[in-house]
T-cell receptor
Framework: KNEVEQSPQNLTAQEGEFITINCSYS?????LHWLQQHPGGGIVSLFM???GKKKHGRLIATINIQEKHSSLHITASHPRDSAVYIC??????????FGTGTRLQVFP | DSGVTQTPKHLITATGQRVTLRCSPR?????VYWYQQSLDQGLQFLIQ???????AKGNILERFSAQQFPDLHSELNLSSLELGDSALYFC?????????????FGPGTRLTVL
């Protein structure tokens, strides 16, 4: 079993839909990261969370430390949101462990 | 543009060879991280340097080594290359030594071993 699990693996949505991607982890962490990787390969850091909730534009990320779970929400999804979304956790040793990613496709 | 640069963009080489990948962090960032992304393994953390010193080590093979120079750029050396080393290699940088800081990723180097 992977230490960081994401679901779903693949997600298809119509433009305008509300999207949720989930991340569960089984280890103690100091932080959780959400990353976005576009088809060209480039990776962008979206959020770094250690508690609570963060919002940036149409993106919202939440974390529940007790339940070892985080969600990434996209409101009013758009075709340009199509990408792979990757959850990663930072251990107390500063080592990072990545989930396998969620491939999102948003159709007009 | 993250401000992190990586060279070369693409590298094609043969098994048994040695290559060097280069990364320049964002201005002001002291930490550099190296990651490998292969089709079957996803993203894996290799190693972190902070201000010239090794800070954290992940799944880095003994055939691989890295260093960070006084000007803070970093190099990842891959030797005795095997077909399975074909992957995208990313570096990222952050301000401090904490792995919990926001990291800024470079565009990656695509290595193909034939």
């Amino acid at each position: 079993k992977n230490e960081v699990e994401q679901s779903p693996q693949n997600l298809t949505a119509q433009e305008g839909e509300f999207i949720t991607i989930n991340c569960s982890y089984s280890v103690g962490i100091s932080a959780l990261h959400w990353l976005q990787q576009h088809p060209g390969g480039g990776i962008v850091s979206l959020f770094m969370l250690s508690s609570g909730k963060k919002k940036h534009g149409r993106l919202i990320a939440t974390i529940n430390i007790q339940e070892k779970h985080s969600s990434l929400h996209i409101t009013a999804s758009h075709p340009r949101d199509s990408a792979v979304y990757i959850c990663a956790v930072t251990l107390s040793t500063d080592k990072l462990i990545f989930g396998t990613g969620t491939r999102l496709q948003v159709f007009p | 543009d993250s401000g992190v640069t990586q060279t070369p963009k693409h590298l094609i080489t043969a098994t048994g060879q040695r290559v060097t990948l280069r990364c320049s962090p964002r201005s002001g960032d002291l930490s550099v991280y190296w990651y490998q992304q292969s089709l079957d393994q996803g993203l894996q953390f290799l190693i972190q340097y902070y201000n010239g010193e090794e800070r954290a080590k992940g799944n880095i093979l003994e055939r691989f080594s890295a260093q960070q120079f006084p000007d803070l750029h970093s190099e990842l050396n891959l030797s005795s290359l095997e077909l399975g080393d074909s992957a995208l290699y990313f570096c990222a940088s952050s301000v401090s030594e904490r792995g919990s800081d926001t990291q800024y990723f470079g565009p990656g180097t695509r290595l193909t071993v034939l």
